[in-house]
């Protein structure tokens, strides 16, 4: 497609509820970022992907979220048993490459609310 | 640890008056630097980047930043702000290491400028 999709747009899920979010990149890039987009605190780098496999994973902030990438495109982001402190904008974003010149594109996220 | 500081978290203008906003970055290694933009309801997109070479970066809008070394800093400027600048603006540093790009972003600053 012509940018990064994401969906749903908006997830609102009850606590302890499993939610999973969908990233679609640019066609052809083959780096995919996932970012978190907390209510005054920026935008915290969650996991990065080169083509299937994920080099970075410090990002997660618990062994409840998880994220898969398959065929070097479509990256889901898995979070079990949501908690309220889960609920904020989800990001993804994708490039060309790795290198350091690769700009980043970003998708319009997924606003999850966990109730 | 790689942080990136904004100093303003809210902003309030007028249209036609000046505009600065801060950003310093610890980091002692090679850095790239960028400016984001958030209008709302719409994606996140980038406004310039600082790769190298002139530290006086113009970007669209009439948006421009300055990149000095000594300071760690990476100020966002627009000598007369309109008011369909009103948006969310991000600074971000990459810190290329391990082999990859990790894009580490600011708390953000909302601008409010009123006609």
């Known amino acids: 497609g012509a940018g990064v999709s994401q969906s749903p747009s908006n997830k609102v899920t009850e606590k302890g509820k499993d939610v999973e979010l969908r990233c679609d990149p640019i066609s052809g890039h083959t780096a995919l970022y996932w970012y978190r987009q907390s209510l005054g605190q920026g935008l915290e780098f969650l996991i990065y992907?080169?083509?299937?496999?994920?080099p970075d994973k410090s990002g997660l902030p618990s062994d409840r979220f998880s994220a898969e990438r398959t065929g070097g495109s479509v990256s889901t982001l898995t979070i079990q048993r949501t908690q309220q402190e889960d609920s904020a904008v989800y990001l993804c974003?994708?490039?060309w490459g790795q290198g350091e010149f690769n700009e980043q594109f970003f998708g319009p996220g997924t606003r999850l609310t966990v109730l | 640890a790689q942080s990136v500081s904004q100093h303003n978290h809210h902003v309030i203008l007028s249209e036609a008056a000046s505009l600065e906003l801060g950003c310093n970055y610890s980091y002692g290694g090679t850095v790239n630097l960028f400016w984001y933009v958030q209008y709302p309801g719409q994606h996140l997109q980038l406004l310039l980047k600082y790769f190298s070479g002139d530290p006086l970066v113009k970007g669209i809008k009439g948006f421009e930043a300055e990149f000095i070394k000594s300071k760690f800093s990476f100020n966002l400027r627009k000598p007369s702000v309109q008011w369909s600048d009103t948006a969310e603006y991000f600074c971000?540093?990459?810190?290329?290491?391990?082999?990859?790009?990790?894009?580490?972003f600011g708390a953000g600053t909302r601008l409010a400028v009123h006609p």
């Open positions: 971000a540093v990459i810190m290329f290491s391990g082999g990859y790009n990790k894009l580490i």
């Open positions: 992907f080169q083509g299937n496999s994920a």
């Open positions: 974003a994708s490039s």
